[in-house]
């Protein structure tokens, strides 16, 4: 057996057999949404393999269960490549979510705004990314099925129904390129002007990765930011992982009202 097959077994044995809809990766500050989850929550500790989150800000359980009707499980933390210099750390976790039965995923982080009109608080949907990093989680991946095509990796009818649920939210919801940065450290100002030029809206040290993980195991995708500072060099507030934290919650529960109406509105 697979060790994600492995794992599905022990994530069934716990939360019961019913298949999976949807996958939600929560980003830093973004973790409660794992407690409403109607259903069982399981330490990472407890799935061998999973990572061991460890960023503060991060939750790191599984929650499966029910999410306004329907079956979800809510990673209430993620892996970060700058925590152990593997970018496909997300992978074994993504591979278990496919096994459980999702095909789609939603990914959620915080991030630094490249947009004057789009401050701390804001939500941005994910139009396209740009991988900044030059890393990737595919890197020694044998097989042929590395040669992901990513040219419409943010899922179309996703989007849209995230939108619609913003929409009937009456929640503004930005749209653009996230623009992914290895970290740890935060980016100078030079390298945010850099990437502004290249098109990018949104910095952030995550989601990329779990996107073309996604692609490549064959679920829909689609992710939402959540600003919590303007990036380096756009504003005289100080950059932090504190910062980080205390801003989420401003967009965190806008974010939360979109995710559970776009769960509800599915048919
Ligand atoms: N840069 C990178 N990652 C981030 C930022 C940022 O400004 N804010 C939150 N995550």
Redesign the pocket.
């Known amino acids: 057996m697979s060790r994600s097959a492995e794992l599905a077994a022990i994530v069934r044995d716990r939360a019961g057999a019913a298949p999976v809809s949807h996958g939600l990766i929560l980003g830093?500050g973004l973790g409660h949404l794992a407690a409403a989850v109607e259903g069982v929550a399981i330490d990472y500790a407890d799935l061998p393999g999973f990572p061991r989150a460890g960023v503060s800000g991060h939750t790191p359980t599984l929650a499966v269960g029910t999410l306004e009707g329907v079956r979800v499980a809510v990673f209430g933390g993620r892996a970060h490549y700058y925590e152990s210099g593997k970018a496909d750390a997300m992978r074994l976790p993504l591979e278990t979510l496919k096994a459980l039965g999702a095909d789609r995923l939603i990914v959620t982080n915080?991030?630094?705004s490249l947009r004057p009109g789009m401050p701390p608080g804001s939500l941005m949907l994910l139009s396209d990314h740009i991988n900044f990093s030059g890393l990737n989680p595919l890197i020694g991946e044998p097989s042929d099925a590395r040669f992901v095509p990513m040219t419409e990796a943010h899922d179309a009818t996703m989007r849209a129904r995230l939108r619609a649920a913003a929409g009937a939210e009456g929640v503004d919801l930005a749209e653009g390129i996230y623009a992914w940065?290895s970290?740890p450290s935060?980016?100078t100002p030079a390298e945010i002007r850099a990437i502004r030029t290249l098109g990018a809206d949104a910095?952030?040290?995550s989601t990329v990765p779990e996107v073309i993980l996604a692609r490549f195991l064959g679920l829909k995708v689609a992710a939402v930011s959540v600003v919590?500072?303007m990036?380096?060099g756009m504003s005289d507030e100080k950059?932090s992982h504190e910062h980080?934290k205390a801003m989420a919650p401003l967009g965190a529960a806008k974010l939360e009202r979109v995710l559970r109406r776009y769960l509800r509105d599915l048919d």
């Open positions: 830093s915080a991030a630094g940065y970290g935060f980016e910095v952030g040290m919590t500072n990036a380096a950059i980080t």
